[in-house]
């Protein structure tokens, strides 16, 4: 077994790449649970980390993976097309979207809904229910 030189220049360190959330034990992604995701460091475009285990064999996987890849996991629910939602977190671009200030949703004449707008570095905006 050799060992290959790291020859990394200072400005083009080797980005993390997405890994598609998988059990390797049981050769499926049928059962596994995300119990968490949060920004790279540094952040990543499209990028988060993941930390998820698989009900079926109790094995814990955490790495980096692309944010439709884990949308797929979480069994996304078609807020929006390459936003990841998990708990009161909504990921887009890689990174939990920021609160854009509170609006009021007129959906009926009659019903108001309050919304939060929330916005993504890339102007993404969406408007989820408080
Ligand atoms: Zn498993
Ligand atoms: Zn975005």
Redesign the pocket.
């Known amino acids: 077994m050799s060992t290959t030189p790291l020859a990394i220049a200072p400005t083009s360190v080797s980005a993390p790449s997405g890994r598609r959330p998988w059990c390797e034990y049981c050769h499926t992604d049928e059962h596994l649970v995300v119990e968490s995701i949060g920004p790279l460091s540094p952040s990543q475009r499209d990028l988060v980390d993941v930390e998820y285990t698989c009900s079926e064999c109790d094995g814990y996987y955490a790495h980096p993976a692309a944010v439709c890849q884990v949308a797929k996991i979480l069994g996304d629910d078609g807020t929006a097309p390459s936003v990841l939602r998990f708990g009161h977190d909504y990921i887009?671009?890689g990174?939990p979207?920021q609160d854009a200030g509170r609006d009021i949703y007129r959906g009926l004449p009659d019903v108001t809904v309050p919304t939060r707008i929330l916005r993504?570095?890339?102007?993404?905006r969406l408007a989820v229910p408080n």
């Open positions: 887009h671009c990174e979207m993504c570095r890339c102007g993404f």
